[in-house]
Every structure is written in C-alpha cells, then in structure tokens.
C-alpha cells in the first residue's frame, strides 16, 4: 500500500445524507489507506464526537468538519467549516436552527411534490430508527424512489426538486458572512467548497473578498489542472488548500471516496490548528 500522506477533508455520513456511518468513514479511510479524514456533514457536527475515539484506536487522524448551505445573489453557495471547537454551543445552536428551517423547506417541497400528484408525507422522509440528524432533498429523493415515483436519486433531483425544477424551494438560508462568523466563534476555520461549481464569475469575485481562511481547491473528480485556477486564488490570498471527495456513499453512486484528497502539507495546518483549539 502507498505510504503518501493522504486525506479525504470532504465526505458525509448517515448524520446527513451519506449512507455510511461516521465509524464505517473510518474504517473506510483506513483500509483505503489513508491517514486524514474530515466527515462535513450538512448542518449537524455530531459526526465528530461519534467517530473521533474510534478514529484515535485506527490511528486516523480525524478533523471536525461541517457543509454550510448559504446564499449569494439568489444562488447556493456551500461553506466548509474545520477544525473547530466540537464543543461550541454557539455552533450547535447555529446548526439547530437551521435544521428548523430545513423542515419547513422539507415541508414545502412535499407539498408542491403532493399538488404534481405524488402523495408523500413527512413520515415517508423521516425515519425516527436512523441516526439521521440533518434531512434534505436526497432524503426526499429516496422517499419517492421507495414509493416508485422515480427510478433513481439523480431522476428526482433532475425532473422535480434540483433547483429551477417545479418542486425545488430555496428555503431559509444563511448569509456567507453569517456562516464565516459562526465558524469564527468556534475557532474554527471557513472555507469556500468546491469553487468550481460556481457558475457566476459575479459571485466568485463577491466571495474571495470575505474572510475566509481558505478555499477548496481539490474537489471530486476534478483533475489537477482544473484546479490551478483555485491553487492560484489560494495563493495570492494566503489561504490554505483544502480538498476532497464529497462521498456520500450510494446516495452519490458516481463519486468513490478519496478521488479528491490534500497531502500532508495542506493538511499539517489544519491539523496544527485544531491542536490548539482542543489544548
Ligand atoms: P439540500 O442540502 O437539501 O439542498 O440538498 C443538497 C444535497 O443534495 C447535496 O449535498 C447533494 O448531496 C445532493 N444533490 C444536489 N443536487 C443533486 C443532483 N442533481 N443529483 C443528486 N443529488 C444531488
Ligand atoms: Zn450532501
Ligand atoms: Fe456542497
Ligand atoms: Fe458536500
């Protein structure tokens, strides 16, 4: 097995809407032989006191992450968070909050579902026996395969509830500098995901101006060179380089863990970092 350092800062567990658990992350991480890993689960940090113990026996050196939805100029822009205190009360309270806001949405894409004739109900989302802390779209998405509505998650997301598709609603969402803060409060470090899937130049230009600590360069499948452009922001601002898969097991079929990945001197920083946050 390769001895190069490698770290998958971007993944997702059953805590959101990954399909395997924070430990199975792990063992996953190790057995693929690599040595980092960071679960940035959508609203919910819980991954993290789930998985770190376990992460520490493996010798996997596990980093407390979490994926902010936030908007900009009417569009979605996800905001990685890292390193932070995993006991902060200022974060949990921020993630609880929008977890509310999150079932109201939920609500409302069933209900413009029910007016296209599919019956759904909350209860055909929730699952009251799953470990499932944050529900969203895919949660919906599995709701209408199971009940034979669509064939697949992509169908779902492609003929109803992917943004501009009939049954989409926005939702509440936090302001960019709102997420930057509360991660801030949290000793925590803010990061701009997956840049590369920003269709407005408008809204990259508006982004790079805040007060982020870095950018994630190295994303999903994306090969090196149509990172340079990402590597080179980082640079000229003096942010860290973060990267990673956003694995999210059979809910995201098409993305194997770790094709995105930092080494070690991407993720020495990092690491260092939330040494001091924890000492
Ligand atoms: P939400 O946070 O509820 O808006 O849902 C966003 C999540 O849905 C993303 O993190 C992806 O996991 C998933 N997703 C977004 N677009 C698609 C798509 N076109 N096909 C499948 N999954 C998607
Ligand atoms: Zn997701
Ligand atoms: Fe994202
Ligand atoms: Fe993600």
Redesign the pocket.
């Known amino acids: 097995m390769s001895t190069q350092f490698k770290a998958d800062l971007h993944t997702?567990s059953t805590f959101s809407?990954g399909t395997l658990s924070p430990k199975e992350l792990v063992d996953l991480s190790v057995s693929q032989g690599f040595q980092g890993l960071s679960i940035c689960d959508?609203d919910s940090i819980d991954s993290y006191a789930a998985a770190h113990e376990y992460a520490k026996k493996c010798g996997l050196k596990l980093i407390p992450g979490i994926e902010i939805?936030c908007e900009m100029f009417g569009e979605s822009v996800h905001i990685l968070g890292y390193a932070y205190n995993p006991e902060s009360s200022e974060l949990k309270d921020f993630c609880r909050l929008h977890r509310e806001r999150?079932a109201a949405r939920n609500e409302a894409i069933l209900q413009k579902l029910n007016e296209h004739g599919f019956e759904l109900k909350t209860s055909d989302v929730v699952d009251p026996k799953a470990e499932t802390i944050t529900y969203?779209?895919?949660h919906i998405?599995l709701a209408m395969v199971r009940k034979g509505y669509v064939k697949d998650?992509?169908e779902a997301?492609?003929k109803y509830i992917?943004s501009g598709r009939p049954c989409y609603v926005a939702g509440e969402r936090w302001k960019v500098e709102e997420a930057i803060d509360v991660i801030h409060r949290a000793q925590g470090l803010a990061v701009i995901a997956h840049p590369h899937l920003i269709l407005r130049d408008k809204i990259v230009r508006e982004l790079i101006t805040k007060n982020f600590d870095g950018i994630e360069v190295f994303y999903c499948r994306f090969q090196a060179d149509q990172c340079e452009y990402w590597r080179r922001i980082a640079q000229d601002k003096k942010w860290l380089r973060t990267g990673g898969s956003d694995f999210?097991g059979a809910?995201?079929p098409d993305v194997t863990f770790g094709v995105s990945f930092v080494g070690q001197e991407d993720f020495d920083p990092i690491w260092n970092h939330f040494q001091y946050v924890i000492s």
């Open positions: 997702h809407d959508h939805s999150r969203g779209r895919p998405a998650i992509q997301f492609r992917a999210h809910n995201k």
